[in-house]
């Protein structure tokens, strides 16, 4: 017989969403008794939070013990015990240790679990958190050639970290990092990608504290890369810079080899014996030697290219947790994502349930500037605001809430290939109506910068390299300002665009 326990508000998940729902929870309600039920032994908590414009931020991210959470904000208790079951009828969360929890307010910030193709082969891997990094490195140092599959941010770190191992980068789109940067972006990052790196690298904001460290046991690391429908415990996500300070080395001495398919994705995974007895001929990029060389496992691709390889990365985006939610609940899940539905105000379908990060998916009427992208900067966003909704609605005035104004527009720094990278607003022209312009200015290995209009208004923009236009052009996004009579000098290199528009 289990005994329930009672809590105001309970929040799922140890990621950036849902500590940072806790922790606000815990500020704004410091007489409340807050519950973060995790799944993950060890938590994220953001650190040094600063903004660099009004929309674009920068923070760290340490993986802290769930003790420190609590010694921090005392009246969050933090139980590493996963959820199996929500009866949101009752409003009670069954969990794996046989404890039975209620709520008032809920919110789910249960992340996503990595796609992986050929999910549960021994030589396919997918990266996730702290721990799948940990698998990744034992492979790798003992790899001369993976296969990586995917054309996202998690890919574009691989293909330009890794030294000293061959790379096939198979990806489905014309042009690498297509989900951040579009093809001339990319054709300005090919030289960079394939040259040699000598020495320090330079000027880059790298601010992750991640530990591997001995609580973190390689037998959950295996399993976890089993991934959702093998049943497994993530942890957490890692976020923009987890792949700083960790070694990505194998055997081979060149430093960088990278090969591209385009246009292609993974048609099979074949072993030695599948390749042999069907007399399959394996390729090999011009220059790279395959002479005598046999290989753990092979990848035939769509376009009919079999490359063998030590083992395969699938890098190929994430399915939000959501099943152990929907069974038994009237959640609206998004069709094409598979996010757990949210208004304006981070609530789900389901009544007393919010829900925030890569687990949602954001439902409401959003701003012509915003879109949502499962990313570090708004699993921070959307947790801190639905603490703010979930405070609102215990005390009866949740419709005067209106939404955080990080909404307004869509603000994202990283680095890709050393250089930094700015994406503001519809960046990609996303789901722009044809008539829109774009404007562009290269300086070969130095920056790129893309500038969408429409109507002479500014909706996007493209920031690769130290350019310092990435405050001006925020508020020409946010302010709307006719540019039709600027057009012409707007990217003109040799005019102050600060000045211009002060
Ligand atoms: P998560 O961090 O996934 O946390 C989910 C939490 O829920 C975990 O603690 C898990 O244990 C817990 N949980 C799940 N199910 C249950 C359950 N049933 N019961 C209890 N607990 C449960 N973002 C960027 O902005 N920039 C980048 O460059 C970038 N690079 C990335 C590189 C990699 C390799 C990866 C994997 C992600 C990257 N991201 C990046 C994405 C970013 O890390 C995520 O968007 C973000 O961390 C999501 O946070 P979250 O809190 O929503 O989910």
Redesign the pocket.
């Known amino acids: 017989m289990t005994s329930e326990m009672h809590f105001q508000f309970v929040v799922?998940?140890?990621?950036?969403?849902?500590?940072t729902c806790a922790e606000t929870l815990s500020h704004l309600n410091p007489d409340e008794k807050i519950l973060l039920?995790?799944?993950?032994p060890l938590?994220?908590a953001v650190t040094n939070f600063r903004k660099v414009t009004k929309t674009l931020e920068e923070f760290d991210v340490e993986e802290r013990s769930m003790f420190d959470l609590h010694a921090q904000c005392p009246n969050v208790i933090v139980a590493h015990?996963?959820?199996?079951k929500l009866d949101s009828a009752e409003r009670i969360l069954h969990?794996s240790t046989q404890k039975q929890y209620s709520y008032e307010k809920l919110c789910i910030?249960?992340?996503?679990s990595?796609k992986i193709i050929a999910e549960g082969h021994p030589h396919v891997i997918g990266?996730?958190?702290t721990e799948t990094?940990k698998v990744f490195q034992e492979k790798l140092s003992n790899a001369s050639r993976i296969v990586l599959v995917g054309n996202g941010?998690?890919a574009t770190?691989l293909a330009y970290e890794i030294n000293g191992c061959e790379v096939i980068w198979a990806i489905k789109d014309d042009a690498i990092t297509h989900t951040f940067i579009d093809k001339g972006a990319s054709q300005f990052f090919a030289p960079i990608m394939s040259k040699e790196k000598h020495g320090e690298r330079k000027g880059l904001v790298k601010r992750v504290k991640y530990r591997l460290d001995d609580d973190v046991k390689t037998e959950t690391a295996v399993k976890a890369t089993k991934g959702r429908k093998g049943g497994s415990?993530?942890?957490?996500?890692?976020?923009?810079?987890?792949a700083e300070g960790i070694p990505m080395h194998g055997v081979i001495e060149e430093s960088h080899r990278v090969h591209v398919e385009k246009c292609v994705e993974v048609k099979r995974v074949l072993s030695l014996n599948e390749i042999e007895s069907n007399s399959l001929s394996t390729c090999c990029p011009p220059l790279w030697d395959d002479s005598n060389r046999d290989w753990p496992v092979y990848i035939e691709l769509t376009n009919g290219h079999i490359y063998g390889c030590d083992f395969v990365v699938s890098?190929t985006g994430?399915n939000p947790?959501v099943d152990?939610f929907t069974s038994g609940n009237k959640f609206d899940v998004d069709a094409a994502d598979g996010g757990i539905i949210v208004n304006e105000h981070m609530q789900t379908s389901v009544s007393h349930v919010y829900a925030?990060?890569?687990?949602c998916h954001a439902g409401w009427q959003t701003s012509p500037y915003w879109l949502q992208m499962?990313?570090?900067?708004?699993?921070r966003q959307?947790?801190a605001f639905a603490s703010h909704c979930m405070t609102a609605d215990v005390h009866g005035h949740l419709e005067e809430i209106s939404q955080d104004f990080c909404f307004e527009m869509f603000a994202?720094v990283?680095r890709f290939f050393d250089f930094k990278v700015v994406l503001l607003g519809k960046f990609n022209a996303q789901g722009m109506e044809k008539d829109h312009e774009l404007l562009v200015r290269v300086t070969e290995g130095q920056e790129y910068v893309k500038v969408v209009l429409q109507d002479g208004r500014m909706h996007g923009a493209l920031l690769i390299g130290e350019t310092d236009l990435e405050e001006t052009f925020e508020n020409l996004i946010l302010n709307q300002m006719d540019l039709t009579p600027f057009k012409d000098n707007l990217l003109d290199p040799n005019i102050d665009i600060e000045d211009y528009f002060d």
């Open positions: 799922i998940g140890g990621g950036i969403a849902g500590v039920l995790t799944a993950s938590i994220k015990d996963r959820v199996m969990t910030c249960a992340g996503g990595p990266i996730r958190d990094v941010g998690i770190e415990v993530t942890g957490s996500a890692l976020g923009p810079d987890w890098a994430v947790n152990i925030a990060g890569d687990v499962r990313l570090w900067c708004q699993a959307m947790g994202h990283t």
